[in-house]
Structure formats: structure tokens, C-alpha cells
């Protein structure tokens, strides 16, 4: 912008302090969150940003090509991210800041001799120079906000991987950080084993992401809370993930290594896609706890039905499985395998050959239903 070189600015910068204490007193009545006492550290500096603006605008009439410095009006959008207010006030600020040095400009016009045009440009300066001021410290807002952002993330992280240590991190360590990562302590958690890395779902904001983990996870608070559970759950929906049991955070690990397991079972087709949630599945879980094991009782407790068709088998382990878990009436385990229950009588008569004794035995039993149940989970069914 070309402004006339015929203006007083010896005179203008005369006036100076009372346009500054106009601006002040105007700021400090109009808006709320500048009404403070004067010898206010952050008043101080208000006044100083208003000296720094008036005199820099006085520059730039008196030196057109010069350049200016936006950083003291950076630091002034960092001041108003670290009292935790948006620019809304600032804005206000900057925008009585001009309507007063307008006003103060139309009152010396005559006396200092302005052409309307000069007058004119004078205005139109101020308004572009106020632009110019509230992206300065919009800059510096954002700039503060991204870093203050970033570095409750870096917390955040790193107090995940404390929550998730072996051995388990000192409550008072937790504590500490936790506090300095704005994260308030639950008495339960539930982690959530993830079977991908495309970012993070839309989450709660205290729940603490971990998906560039070597096992990407999360950590839910008081996953039990009211409607906790479903929100966790719509989140995930469309992902293979596993949902660990709620425990006190002090065993936070535990739940993510149930987590872990769940998440495998799910990728091998034992348990479903997901999101699953472990407690709805912990039987499998500790059937396949130790799958050697089951393996071996598997071979043991079913070799009565080793010799017989795959076909055959099948048949016969699905009715033997049902029996064990319904009760022995015909009707019930028919009804559960849709199936006559004159069909359920003859395979029962086809087991008790097989098995004889070993079906009066309530610890044989036991054993069979555990076999039989991992038999089941593996196969998908």
C-alpha cells in the first residue's frame, strides 16, 4: 500500500502514550478475561504487545520498504495457548486496539492538516496492519497449541509404555507421570490388542494410543463404566482386535497379554474376527493356554473315536460334546444339534460302546469336555 509522504508522523508518535492507555483501559473494560490489575505480569505484557503495535505501525508509515518483525506478536498468540484460551479475545483486543487508533487519527486530522484521501490511506493501513498483527499471532497460537499437543502425546506414550512394563512400573512413577500427561488414574483398565496399523480409531481422549507399538494396542480406563463397553466396541467396529479383560491398572499387562492371545486365536480362525471381547471367551482361552497339553489329553481322551471316519467323528464328537454339556435327556441334546432324538439315542448307544465305563467317571468327563471343546474351537465350529 502507497501511502502519501506528507504525513506528520513526528506528531502522530507524540501522541502515542495516551493512544496506548486508551487502548489499555478500553481492553481491560470490554473484555473479561484482560480484566486484571495493572501491575499483572500478563497486563505487562498486553501494554508492551500495544506499545510494540503503535509504534510498529508508525514504522511502517515513516518506512514503508522496511521489513517487520512478527515475532513479538507470535509470542502473544504462544501466551494466549498457554492460559488456555482461544484468540477469540485476542482478536477482540486487536480489533478495539484499531477502533481506537481510527478514532484518535479522525480527531487529529484537522489539527495535522490530512488530506480525506491521506485520511483515507491511514485507515485502510490500520485494518491490513491489523491483519497482518492477528495472523502473527495466529501462527504462534497454533504453533504453541501443535507443541503443547504433541508433547501431551510424547507423555501419553511413554506412560503407556510405563503401564506396560515387566516388572510392573512403581505406583508412585505412574502417578507422576501421569499427572504431567493431563491423564487421571482409573482404578481399571482393559487393553485392546490390534491386528493392523492404520492409525487409531475415534477414541475417547483418555484411553492411551499405542498402534506404533511392536504389538500395536490400546488402553481403555474404567472400561466397565456406563457405556464404556459400547463405545470401546463402535470404535473398533470393522477391525480385527481383541478386548482383554478388565484388571487394576497396576496389572494393565496382563490384560493386554490376554489381549495378544485372544487377537492370535482370532487370526488362526479359532475365535471370531472381532472386535471380540476375552470375557466372552475365556473357556477357549485357557483350553489353548497350552495347547501341547490339550493336545496330549485330546489324543488320550479321543482315541476311542481314532479309528472311526472323519465323517463318523465328527458325528460322534458333536453329540458327546453336547451330551457333556446339556445333561443325558435325548430331547435336549437333539434340540441343540437339531437333530430326532431317536438320532441322539443311537449315537449315545454308539459312544457307551465305544467308551464303556469311562462315561461314569465325572473326572473322565471333565477331561473329555475340555478335549472336546478345543477339538471344536480349532475346527471353527
Known sequence: MIITSDIPVQALRAGIGTVTEEVIEQIQARIPEYARPSDDLYIKVIRMAVEQAVEGFLDRIEHPGVPWDPEPFRMIGKGEAA????????????????????????????????????????????FVYLDQLADAAAEGFEEARAHAAGEIERRRARLLDLLLSRPPASAEAVA???????????????????????????????????????????????????????????????????????????????????????????????????????????????????????????????????????????????????????????????????VHPQTVRYRVRQLEELYGDQLADPDIRFELEIALRARQAAQGT
Open 83 to 126: 492460559e488456555g484460551r482461544n484468540l477469540e479475545p485476542l482478536q477482540t483486543a486487536m480489533r478495539l486496539g484499531a477502533r481506537v487508533g481510527w478514532r484518535r487519527l479522525t480527531e487529529l486530522a484537522e489539527p495535522l492538516g490530512l488530506s480525506p484521501q491521506t485520511l483515507y490511506d491511514l485507515g485502510e493501513a490500520i
Open 176 to 338: 507422576d507421570l501421569a499427572k504431567s500427561a493431563g491423564w487421571r488414574l482409573p482404578k481399571t483398565v482393559a487393553c485392546v490388542a490390534l491386528d493392523d496399523r492404520h492409525g487409531a480409531p475415534a477414541l475417547a481422549p483418555d484411553v492411551l494410543v499405542g498402534v506404533d507399538r511392536t504389538v500395536p494396542c490400546l488402553l481403555a480406563p474404567d472400561p466397565n463404566g456406563p457405556g464404556r463397553a459400547k463405545l470401546l466396541e463402535h470404535a473398533l467396529r470393522g477391525r480385527r482386535a481383541a478386548i482383554g479383560p478388565a484388571v487394576p491398572l497396576a496389572a494393565a499387562e496382563t490384560s493386554l497379554r490376554w489381549a495378544g492371545e485372544a487377537l492370535e486365536l482370532s487370526r488362526r480362525g479359532v475365535l471370531p474376527r472381532g472386535p471380540l471381547r476375552c470375557e466372552d471367551h475365556m473357556a477357549t482361552l485357557v483350553v489353548f493356554k497350552d495347547e501341547e497339553l490339550v493336545n496330549a489329553l485330546a489324543e488320550v481322551r479321543l482315541a476311542p473315536l481314532a479309528h472311526l471316519r472323519p465323517a463318523q467323528q465328527d458325528r460322534l464328537a458333536e453329540t458327546l460334546l453336547a451330551w457333556l454339556r446339556y445333561g443325558r435327556g435325548a430331547g435336549e441334546v437333539a434340540a441343540r444339534l437339531h
